[in-house]
């Protein structure tokens, strides 16, 4: 899809472009704000002060599970060796304090109580924690039931490291529960089209779900944002059905699903779309859906760019009735698109709309007023 418009008109887009902090065009790729994936592509400024530290400390949970597989392993392995080397510390500073690093364990002096049998040194006492956390049974060293001390220090390690095993176990399972890490079955067209649905020009993409577990609930909404003369990121919500459904969630998700959007003049895309519209825009979809069996959440998102959407064209049928009434979806026609008779309306009849030549998928041109 390209547009070309009047010199004065080009000549101030391109002044635009030209200066456009924000979605430019750098080398004729246009800069996205979020994947084809879904991956946030915006980055703000990274700061390395006590606030930065304080806010992270206030929020565990939340920087423990946006850390990397390679970091979270690494912080799961050095927490219980820190662990470990607390309570090593610990154990041999009450054996330091009661006498047992300089006495016979095999013969004590009268009147002496041992508190922990045979830790005479940091390596038995290291060796000792690691056992009591472990819980792999006691050998020669262990706890002396007539030292309260060492009982308590003994239950106070047990608690600690009851906690921090829960804590590193809900984050494992947490981490690997996400929602968007569920979601690599659910698919979107890499591109939108343009065409004509019973005399309306609708803007469409098309979902599928290759899970073999059915998903319900499925709601999808998106966004329009475009880059305002100010150099300001304008959103605005846009709205997609889905066959007679209306905004209302699809209640069973089973074949793709074709979601449009009407082209009428009160619609935002109107700006932007040609034969006026200019191309600083993307469009980004959410999709939001649950599990039947375990109401687990789902949720995908995706952006389309002016270049990725196709006018004059239609999905192609995915679903075919063979014999004995089983429908069977050709999963390599999910998003196939055929050409299709399209017109394109001029929905703006402002005295300064200039004359413009509009280029449709290169495949002819036509001149609107």
């Not at 750098?26 to 304080?54: C, F, I, M, N």
Request: hydrophobic share 40%; with cysteine.
């Amino acid at each position: 899809m390209a547009t070309t418009a009047a010199s004065s008109s080009g000549s101030s887009s391109d002044r635009k472009s030209a200066t456009s902090p924000l979605m430019a065009k750098p080398h004729a790729h246009q800069q996205r704000l979020v994947s084809k994936d879904g991956r946030s592509l915006v980055r703000g400024p990274v700061y390395h002060g006590r606030a930065t530290w304080l806010g992270a400390l206030r929020d565990v949970w939340g920087t423990w599970l946006s850390l990397r597989w390679r970091w979270m392993v690494l912080g799961f392995c050095g927490s219980f060796l820190l662990h470990w080397l607390l309570f090593a510390v610990l154990w041999y500073l009450l054996a330091h304090a009661n006498g047992d690093l300089t006495v016979d364990h095999d013969n004590p002096p009268p009147g002496h109580t041992l508190c922990v049998k045979y830790v005479t040194g940091f390596t038995a006492a290291f060796s000792f924690a690691l056992e009591t956390q472990l819980t792999i049974g006691y050998g020669t060293m262990y706890p002396n039931a007539d030292c309260p001390t060492a009982i308590a220090l003994l239950a106070l390690q047990m608690l600690l490291g009851l906690m921090l095993e829960a804590f590193i176990t809900g984050a494992f399972m947490a981490k690997f529960s996400r929602p968007h890490k569920r979601c690599s079955g659910i698919l979107f067209s890499p591109q939108a089209v343009v065409c004509e649905v019973e005399g309306q020009c609708c803007l469409m993409f098309r979902v599928c779900n290759l899970l073999s577990r059915p998903l319900v609930d499925v709601y999808v909404s998106a966004v329009l944002y475009e880059e305002r003369e100010d150099h300001t990121l304008h959103q605005t919500a846009l709205e997609f059905t889905l066959d007679g459904l209306g905004s209302r969630p699809c209640p069973l998700f089973l074949s793709p699903l074709t979601f449009l959007h009407p082209l009428t003049p009160d619609s935002p895309l109107s700006c932007v779309l040609p034969p006026v519209g200019q191309s600083q825009f993307e469009l980004v979809v959410f999709l939001s859906a649950s599990q039947e069996g375990t109401g687990s959440a789902y949720h995908k998102r995706t952006s389309y760019l002016p270049d990725e959407i196709q006018y004059g064209r239609c999905f192609s049928k995915a679903m075919v009735l063979h014999g004995k009434a089983q429908n069977n979806l050709d999963t390599m026609c999910y998003f196939d698109t055929h050409l299709c008779p399209l017109m394109v309306p001029n929905t703006h009849t402002n005295s300064r709309d200039k004359e413009c030549v509009v280029q449709v998928n290169g495949e002819g041109n036509d001149k609107t007023e």
